[in-house]
């Protein structure tokens, strides 16, 4: 279960803004065609990241500087902001990777439905070089292989796609209890909004 906390401004490093900033940079930038299975896995690693980072730093940058706060030691926020940074992102990389299959699946006619966990698993591999722990490596690749069970590829685009991630947002921000239950729609809607663009943007690149 990820620790919560009251925020001040003071109590948030600048390094995990910079993140948040570049992230919102990112998210303006030109978009390439998606004409492969490299473009698709490049695509699906960035745009999770995306919704990842400006949903969460998004998210503690609206809870900060409220009247609500609780001094605590600075190293056990930034460890709690990194294991819910890891662990939301995690779940938006199986969503975005059931959603682009299905996607194709339905759409293109796409029937190497398998590459679905060569893509996430490949990912995730890349992600520990990065810093991601290797238990939310291999508790996310077992989560993936546990959806892949009786997904109806043909639906899974249309119905509701991104929940998951959107319910992981809420689980782990690290935001006390009695603030994040006055905050769950919001927070919920903050990424489905996010995703919804996204999705838009895939149709419109996608190029297979």
């Given amino acids: 279960m990820a620790l ?7 109590d948030i490093n600048l390094k995990d803004f910079k993140v948040y900033l570049l992230a919102l940079f990112k998210g303006v930038l030109p978009k390439k065609k998606i004409k492969n299975l490299e473009d698709l896995k490049d695509y699906i690693q960035k745009k999770s990241a995306w919704v990842s980072q400006v ?12 009247k609500y706060v609780l001094h605590f030691d600075d190293e056990k926020l930034l460890g709690s902001i990194n ?19 299905s996607y194709l699946n339905l759409i293109k006619n796409y029937q190497d439905t398998n590459q679905a966990s060569n ?11 990065n810093g991601m722990p290797e238990d939310v490596s291999e508790k996310g690749k077992t989560e993936f292989q546990e959806r892949l069970i009786n ?12 929940n998951k991630s959107a319910l992981a947002l809420y689980d782990w921000a690290p935001i006390a209890d009695e603030l994040k239950t ?27």
Avoid at 55 to 66: A, D, E, H, I
Avoid at 151 to 162: N, V
């Fill in 4 to 10: 919560k906390y009251r925020f001040n401004l003071k």
């Fill in 55 to 66: 949903t969460l730093y998004g998210y503690l940058k609206t809870r900060m500087g409220t």
């Fill in 83 to 101: 294991t819910a940074k890891w662990n939301i992102y995690s779940v938006a990389l199986q969503d975005m990777t059931l959603y682009s299959i």
């Fill in 119 to 129: 893509i996430y698993n490949s990912i995730l591999d890349n992600e520990k070089l």
């Fill in 151 to 162: 997904l109806d590829w043909k639906k899974y685009c249309t119905a509701l796609p991104f």
């Fill in 182 to 208: 006055l905050d769950r729609t919001i927070v919920l809607n903050s990424m489905i909004l996010k995703w919804d663009n996204v999705k838009e943007e895939f149709e419109k690149l996608i190029n297979f």
